[in-house]
């Protein structure tokens, strides 16, 4: 432990998932992993999340497990959906509230912790590009903390995108356990396969991974949950074969070993990708990445770890993913050694600290003018 004295610590997880492996992404394994390291390193941890969660901290159950995320289009039954995690998160704050928590950690994604700020001091880790109902309650200024807040980003292209909403926003990259992630050993890995992992949904850009790797000539399997079943359905389900295979959702040991089994592992995003957790954990199995150029891939790939495209288009991935292939698959594990779990937990011990020693800061002297 960093500090000298332990704290006791909140942590507010977003409620669409329960969080427990296997992981619905990488916001899910980022707060097992905290609360998880953080109980380690013997802080009093209690993580405030939707029943269903598994940890080693105090769970506190806020939300019923039965309880299913469904991406709604705007209309009724989506501001219901709103209204049932805006009362959870409810709940969460009146209980830190009666606590004697030293600190919170929000990684919630929900605007109700600026809108409502817990009584204790809180750090807002930034997994996502600006959300509306968030930059509202931001730019909104309809309260003055009374206690102190920092706000980090797992990535600086992602800050980058905040800093309209906020002035002071430090970096914090996501870390993983490296060890937990295989071997570079080549003798694994299935000549000719590219793999992909993810959330099967339009933005991570899974079709484009598809006919990047027919390009190269190479086979792919991919790994995820179907977060979105009519893209799935019209888009990826038609160019099933032999040649390109759902291997299903898979839990953390079996990530690893599928991770491990590629040539190269092909990261599509086709948004701005905040951190992208998958790449830096094919990385750590000695498996070089093919990226597009989108959101955080060049900050986290260096000429080590993998190549990232030069531009958008599936032939340009395609010309990553030949140019991946040649890189050696022990330096592609020593790229990945930056994103220790230790290194990150380092940091965030230093906001916790910095936090409960710290004075007043009003959220307007952070927020962006």
């Not at 706000?151 to 980058?160: I, L, Q, T, Y």
């Not at 990708?273 to 954990?281: A, D, H, I, S, W």
């Amino acid at each position: 432990m960093l500090l000298a004295q332990p704290l006791n610590i909140a942590v507010m997880a977003h409620l669409h998932h329960p969080i427990a492996s296997p992981f619905p992404g990488g916001l899910e394994m980022h707060t097992a992993l905290l609360a998880e390291e953080l109980s380690a390193r013997g802080h009093t941890v209690t993580l405030f999340a939707k029943g269903g969660s598994r940890t080693s901290a105090r769970l506190m159950s806020v939300l019923d497990a039965g309880f299913s995320f469904t991406r709604y289009p705007e209309g009724p039954a989506r501001e219901a959906q709103t209204r049932l995690l805006d009362e959870a998160q409810n709940r969460t704050l009146q209980l830190i509230n009666e606590g004697t928590f030293d600190v919170v950690i929000n990684n919630s994604l929900s605007a109700l912790p600026h809108l409502t700020p817990p009584a204790h001091p809180m750090l807002t880790i930034l997994h996502t590009p600006p959300l509306p109902r968030v930059t509202a309650a931001l730019d909104a200024q309809t309260h003055n903390r009374q206690s102190a807040h920092r706000v980090v980003s797992v990535s600086a292209a992602n800050a980058r995108q905040w800093r309209h909403h906020l002035r002071d926003i430090d970096v914090v990259h996501n870390g993983i356990r490296l060890e937990e992630w295989g071997t570079d050993a080549a003798a694994d890995r299935h000549p000719s396969v590219a793999v992909w992992a993810g959330r099967i949904t339009p933005e991570k850009g899974l079709h484009v991974a598809i006919e990047a790797a027919a390009l190269a000539g190479m086979r792919i399997r991919f790994a995820g949950p179907i977060s979105d079943q009519d893209y799935f359905n019209r888009t990826i389900a038609p160019l099933l074969s032999e040649s390109v295979e759902h291997v299903g959702h898979l839990d953390h040991s079996q990530l690893a070993a599928f991770l491990g089994s590629g040539t190269v592992f092909i990261a599509s995003p086709l948004w701005a990708e905040p951190f992208g957790l998958t790449t830096v954990e094919a990385m750590a199995c000695g498996t070089p990445v093919a990226a597009l150029p989108c959101g955080a891939m060049g900050e986290i790939i260096d000429d080590r770890g993998g190549v990232v495209a030069a531009g958008f288009s599936a032939a340009d991935l395609a010309r990553a993913v030949v140019q991946s292939r040649t890189l050696d698959n022990r330096q592609v594990r020593a790229s990945a050694a930056r994103f220790s779990v230790e290194t990150m937990m380092t940091r965030y011990e230093q906001h916790l600290g910095d936090l409960v020693g710290s004075g007043v800061l009003d959220d307007a002297d952070m927020v962006a003018s």
